[in-house]
Nanobody
Framework: DVQLVESGGGLVQAGGVLTLSCAAS????????IGWFRQAPGKEREGVAC????????TYTDPVKGRFTISRNTAKNAVSLQMNGLLPEDTAVYYC???????????????????WGQGTQVTVYS
């Protein structure tokens, strides 16, 4: 089975920066739409961002728009999520997904996608 691996999470002060990475050795990321989702304690999972494999279009949800940037690293077969100006409410487990058809930040059920990872914890303290 293909398993995506997220990395880069950690503990950061509010206003700080973290860059998450999503990678997998078994698939070519350039052929898949890659999404990021997050789930905070006691809350529903929500979409964060997606990058389209067809034209490189990026989509962000309102809470992160202007602060987060999703991008591809083709040389490393990975996708990054740079998170600037982090807020305590960004604290969550962050998951990435890969899908041949879907690039949908409104669908938080990661099992709807072809592949997903186990998540990486991001904790922002004030």
């Amino acid at each position: 089975d293909v398993q995506l691996v997220e990395s880069g999470g950690g503990l950061v002060q509010a206003g700080g920066v973290l860059t998450l990475s999503c990678a997998a050795s078994e698939i070519d990321f350039d052929e898949f739409h890659i999404g990021w989702f997050r789930q905070a304690p006691g809350k529903e999972r929500e979409g964060v961002a997606c990058i389209n494999s067809d034209d490189g279009t990026t989509t962000y949800t309102d809470p992160v728009k202007g602060r987060f940037t999703i991008s591809r690293n083709t040389a490393k077969n990975a996708v990054s999520l740079q998170m600037n100006g982090l807020l305590p409410e960004d604290t969550a487990v962050y998951y990435c997904t890969a899908d041949a058809l879907l690039c949908d930040v409104t669908d938080p059920d990661i099992e709807d996608y072809d592949f997903w990872g186990q998540g990486t914890q991001v904790t922002v303290y004030s």
